[in-house]
T-cell receptor, first 116, second 114 residues
């Protein structure tokens, strides 16, 4: 079974703090993704990575950065947390290779972040 | 036009009925289609994937794909209250190559009433 874990289920931070969200997958997947999910807005892609040290911006990268130093780990960084970054953050991973079905994304349990 | 569109619902069906969830997509070259289920406060979990025109059945779930009409649907037979959730449709993104990027719809909320 694919397992994607996230460092925290719930997190409370203050405005201006630097926040690190960690995601680890155990299936040797090449691709990893960070989304945020807000009521009425669906899943929005923040950043993704298709290889170690490689990253690409998603639809809403502003205010975020990412790090992928090891294949199994993908970190999302909020450089200076703001109240509008209060959200549910979801990490996902998938295999590459180009064959149909390999794009299946497997999600972690999510981190609910509250910025005060 | 959104790339992947779903009716947000809620779709309400009685227990035991067939629930029909629909999704349209804009990119004709899309090849891979996914249905995820998401319970309130939880993360999405994959229910079905489909790649060829026609029907694909898995237990009480049937995915239907019509590439000519750019339409994918999910049927849930003998709906149970435990099926009450938000169902997300996802399609592989144009030019995604090996990055595996998917485009998600906003989801349809299904309520199954006992």
């Amino acid at each position: 079974d694919v397992k994607v874990t996230q460092s925290s289920r719930y997190l409370v931070k203050r405005t201006g703090e630097k926040v690190f969200l960690e995601c680890v997958q155990d299936m040797d997947h090449e691709n990893m993704f960070w989304y945020r999910q807000d009521p009425g807005l669906g899943l929005r892609l923040i950043y993704f990575s298709y290889d170690v040290k490689m990253k690409e911006k998603g639809d809403i990268p502003e205010g975020y950065s990412v790090s992928r130093e090891k294949k199994e780990r993908f970190s999302l960084i909020l450089e200076s947390a703001s109240t509008n970054q209060t959200s549910m953050y979801l990490c996902a991973s998938s295999s590459s290779g180009g064959r149909l079905g390999q794009e299946t994304q497997y999600f972690g349990p999510g981190t609910r972040l509250l910025v005060l | 036009q959104k790339e992947v569109e779903q009716n947000s619902g809620p779709l309400s069906v009685p227990e035991g009925a067939i629930a029909s969830l629909n999704c349209t997509y804009s990119d004709r070259v899309s090849q891979s289609f996914f249905w995820y289920r998401q319970y309130s406060g939880k993360s999405p979990e994959l229910i079905m994937s489909i790649y060829s025109n026609g029907d694909k059945e898995d237990g009480r779930f049937t995915a239907q794909l019509n590439k000519a009409s750019q339409y994918v649907s999910l049927l849930i037979r003998d709906s149970q209250p435990s099926d009450s959730a938000t169902y997300l449709c996802a399609v592989n993104a144009r030019g995604s190559g090996n990055t595996g990027k998917l485009i998600f719809g906003q989801g349809t909320t299904l309520q199954v009433k006992p």
